[in-house]
């Protein structure tokens, strides 16, 4: 096991009808800045029940923050927030609206362009303002974690950065009732593949992360039917956001070498044609399993024996039955998984190719994945 801190200080409020207790979260003094997308949560009495607990509050509200959310919307919010003195945020939405929260809570108090915080990377060590999160769809984790994706349309660039964990998040599995079948398939997938990118790297590094991971990858696969079927199961959906959570707040990585390759090559696929997010990784994920499954291979075999019970002679068969095993899995969720029948082709990777030579990356958890490895992975998914 490698060395590692821990620490996660999110305080997670769970349950039916908690919107509530905000009212008692937040302090009275504070001016809150709250934070939304595009009017999803009209819909599910997310506001009403909000407007109640807060009714003795002061704040305002900023509206229209994006799937994938847009620097130049982060600049019009932080414009009102710097100009209407808040000093707290709460984001109410999904992961694009936490994540654009994130830097609101860190450009309010920087003088400078916001994109530059993005550019940083680790912003951690800066001062940033108090934030509170209302989640309404299980898949980033980013209400217990400390990352935020931005994307910058203009230069059709999408990338992370690191700032600091939300205070409080409040996680109430009813809202998810309203959302799109296709939003419950990425959000399955994104939690999948967060799991995956922590777990399908080195053996032998740490028992115990190894069967949390295979507990959540399992737990995904159990209820993702369930999590689909259109009918109101607040159960599925409570194990689901739990689930979805659990994959990326730190309880994963304790001691463990981490991937994230896929995880790029999907952030630049989102970039380029627009994809949801946890659909770009399912596309990505089956090219990086085969084309490192030198590297991935022991690993691979015990993902296949210990989540899918696959076991077999030839590793390279057993390998190839397990990724078919995965895409299956994929697909179930009603999602089509190569690049060509989302939009992508031969110039989508080139262009990929291109930027990362340009960058000089290299992912992975061996540092493998340069330009060159991510054409390949592409093209072995076109
Ligand atoms: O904008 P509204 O109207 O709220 O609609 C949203 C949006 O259109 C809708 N939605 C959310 N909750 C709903 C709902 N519709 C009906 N009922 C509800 N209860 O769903 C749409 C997508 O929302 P979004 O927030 O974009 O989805 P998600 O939570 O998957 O977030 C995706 C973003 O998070 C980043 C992704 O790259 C992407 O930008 N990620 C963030 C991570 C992190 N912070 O750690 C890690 C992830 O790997 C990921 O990269
Ligand atoms: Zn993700």
Same mark, same amino acid.
């Given at each position: 096991m490698n060395n590692f801190i821990f620490q996660n200080p999110t305080k997670l409020i769970f349950g039916k009808d908690?919107?509530?207790?905000?009212?008692?979260?937040?302090?009275?003094?504070?001016?809150?800045?709250?934070?939304?997308?595009?009017?999803s949560v009209r819909s599910n009495g997310v506001y009403d029940q909000l407007k109640e607990a807060l009714k003795n509050h002061h704040y305002i509200e900023f509206w229209g923050i994006e799937a994938n959310p847009d620097i130049s919307t982060i600049?019009?919010?932080?414009?009102?927030?710097?100009?209407?003195?808040?000093?707290?945020?709460l984001a109410v939405g999904g992961g694009s609206v936490i994540d654009g929260s994130k830097l609101i809570a860190a450009g309010i108090l920087y003088d400078g362009d916001?994109?530059?915080?993005?550019?940083?990377?680790d912003w951690t060590k800066e001062k940033v303002l108090p934030l509170a999160s209302v989640l309404t769809l299980p898949a980033t984790g980013s209400e217990m974690n400390s990352g935020a994706v931005i994307s910058n349309r203009e230069k059709r660039e999408k990338f992370?950065?690191?700032?600091?964990?939300?205070?409080?998040?409040?996680?109430?599995?009813?809202?998810?009732?309203?959302?799109?079948?296709?939003?419950?398939?990425?959000?399955?997938?994104?939690?999948y593949i967060h799991v995956m990118e922590q777990y399908l790297t080195t053996i032998n590094q740490s028992p115990l992360m190894d069967r949390w991971s295979e507990s959540i990858l399992q737990t995904i696969i159990e209820i993702a039917p369930k999590a689909l079927n259109g009918k109101e199961d607040y159960d599925a959906m409570s194990t689901f956001m739990l689930s979805a959570t659990m994959a990326l707040n730190g309880f994963t990585s304790m001691g463990v070498t981490q991937d994230w390759a896929t995880?790029?090559? +999907? $952030?630049?696929? /989102?970039?380029? =044609?627009?994809? %949801?997010? +946890? $659909?770009?990784? /399912?596309?990505? =994920?089956?090219? %990086?399993?085969?084309?490192?499954?030198?590297?991935?291979?022991?690993?691979?075999?015990?993902?296949?024996?210990?989540?899918?019970g696959i076991d077999g002679d030839n590793k390279e068969e057993t390998i190839k039955e397990i990724i078919e095993k995965t895409k299956n899995f994929f697909k179930s969720l009603g999602l089509k998984i190569k690049?060509?029948?989302?939009?992508?082709?031969?110039?989508?990777?080139?262009?990929?190719?291109?930027?990362?030579?340009?960058?000089?990356?290299?992912?992975?958890?061996?540092r493998s994945v340069n330009s060159e490895i991510a054409k390949e992975i592409l093209l072995h998914v076109l």
């Open positions: 908690t919107i509530s207790s905000l009212s008692s979260e937040i302090p009275y003094d504070k001016r809150i800045l709250i934070t939304f997308g595009g009017g600049r019009g919010a932080i414009e009102l927030g710097k100009r209407e003195k808040c000093d707290y945020i916001p994109w530059d915080i993005v550019l940083k990377r992370a950065f690191y700032s600091k964990h939300p205070i409080v998040s409040v996680l109430d599995p009813s809202t998810t009732f309203t959302l799109p079948k296709h939003q419950i398939a990425c959000g399955l997938a994104d939690t995880h790029m090559i +999907g $952030h630049e696929i /989102t970039a380029l =044609l627009g994809l %949801t997010h +946890g $659909h770009t990784l /399912t596309i990505v =994920l089956p090219g %990086t399993m085969w084309v490192l499954r030198e590297e991935k291979g022991e690993k691979i075999l015990q993902y296949g024996k210990r989540v899918f690049l060509s029948e989302n939009g992508g082709d031969i110039s989508t990777i080139e262009e990929i190719s291109k930027r990362f030579r340009e960058r000089n990356a290299r992912y992975g958890e061996n």
